[in-house]
Every structure is written in C-alpha cells, then in structure tokens.
C-alpha cells in the first residue's frame, strides 16, 4: 500500500492510500492531477493541483509536487526533492534527493540537477545542463544547454551563463557577464577565466593568444577584434569583483 498526499477542497494536505494508481483516478481527476502510464509515485510523496506527470516518471519518496508543475516523461526526481508550483521539469531529466527548484523555475530536457542543489524562482537551465551537489543558482538566472555547475558553486539572481560553459567547484559568481557574440558565446565562469566556445582559458591567456585562436577557429580580422574587446571587457569585469 502506497500513501501520497493530495489536497482538498479547503486546500489542506490529505492523505490517500491505494494499491494501483488506477485506484485513485477520480481523486486525480478531481485536482486535474494527470499521470501518464508507467509513472511510478513514491510513498509520502505530495502532487499540487494541476500538476502534470509524465509517462515513465519516477517520483521519489516524500518529494513534493507543486501546483501546476509539469514533470516531463522519463524524467526523475529525488527522495524530499521539492519541485515548486509551475516550475517544469524537461525530458528525461534527473533531480537529485533534496533539490529544491523553485516557482516557476525550466529545467531543461536531460538536465541534471545534484542532491541538494537549489535552483531559484523563475531560473532556467539548458538541456543537458548539469547543476552538481550543493550547487546554488538564483532566481532568474539562466544556465545555458550543455554547461556545467560545479559542486557546491553559487551563480547569483538574474545571472547568465552561456551554452557549453564550465563552473568549477565552489565557484561563487553573484553576478554573471554573459556576452552572445557573432561567433560564440563569451562567459566568465570564475577564478579570473573565461569560457569562449569550448575553450576555457585564464584572461591572460586569452589576451596573449587571441590572434592565434581566431585564426586557428576561422575568426575574420573583424571578428578577431570584435572577441579581443569581449576579453577587455571580461577583464574590467573580473577587477570589479575583486
């Protein structure tokens, strides 16, 4: 026998024990609850009205399920892992145990978010981002598809980090600098470096070796001075840090 909580006419949690999920159907459909087949729901776990499961789903036990979030089909999420009202969980995409993803938050489709990590309200994250254990990331900040957040890093509200980028562990950015240039995307990911491409480098570096990458990447001369300024400026950024 299984017990989730779902909530009532007075909107108070109340629990409903059944064998199959078929059994408890009219329950669902009274919240506008729906569950796609094969979804599996953990014991003690709450759903909000309105919240939408996906096919093949797997809800841990005692995790929360806020109102009109949508969990995407095979995607899975932690024991306690707390999901807030209309955040949205992508495709096959992991929550770890204890994760907290806040109102309204867009967690991309094989995204993965660590135990324990917290993702702030209104906060997006790629596809096929990683988010490691302990991480923070603020409310409206946005995580680029394919880049990655080291363990226990904190990336501040409002925040930008572009596709493919690396944080390291411990990184804490309370501020991001995020530029979308002509060719590729320019980051700051911490410790005094930048991410340009799939290439991640200190500035100096950079500064030192910006003719020859763009050479070797196929930069136009114009494009070439167009990047060397994107590092100046990643410069000016990081001494305001300091």
């Given amino acids: ?77 932690g024991g306690d892992a707390s999901i807030s009202d209309g955040a949205s969980i992508g495709y096959r995409a992991s929550i770890g145990g204890d994760a907290s993803i806040g109102d309204g938050a867009s967690i991309g489709d094989r995204a993965s978010i660590g135990y324990g990590a917290s993702i702030g309200y209104r906060a997006s994250i790629g596809d096929r981002a990683s988010i490691g254990d302990g991480a923070s990331i603020g409310g409206d900040a946005s995580i680029g598809d394919g880049a990655s957040i080291g363990d226990g890093a904190s990336i501040g509200g409002d925040a930008s980090i572009g596709d493919g980028a690396s944080i390291g562990d411990g990184v804490k950015l309370p501020t991001g600098f995020y530029i979308s240039g002509s060719k590729h995307s320019v980051t700051y990911v911490g410790e005094g470096k930048v991410s340009i491409g799939c290439h991640t480098k200190e500035i100096d570096w950079f500064k030192e070796n910006y003719e020859s990458l763009g050479n070797t990447e196929s930069y136009s001369e114009g494009e070439i001075k167009e990047y060397y300024g994107y590092i100046l400026l990643a410069e000016m950024f990081y001494k305001n840090l300091k």
């Fill in 1 to 77: 026998m299984t017990t989730i909580y779902l909530k009532n006419e007075k909107y108070q949690w109340v629990p409903i024990e059944y064998e199959n999920i078929g059994d408890i159907k009219e329950s669902l459909s009274k919240n506008n609850i729906t569950i796609g087949d094969r979804a599996s729901i953990g014991d003690g776990a709450s759903i909000g009205d309105g919240a939408s499961i996906g096919g093949d789903a797997s809800i841990g036990d005692r995790a929360s399920i806020g109102d009109r979030a949508s969990i995407g089909g095979d995607a899975s999420i």
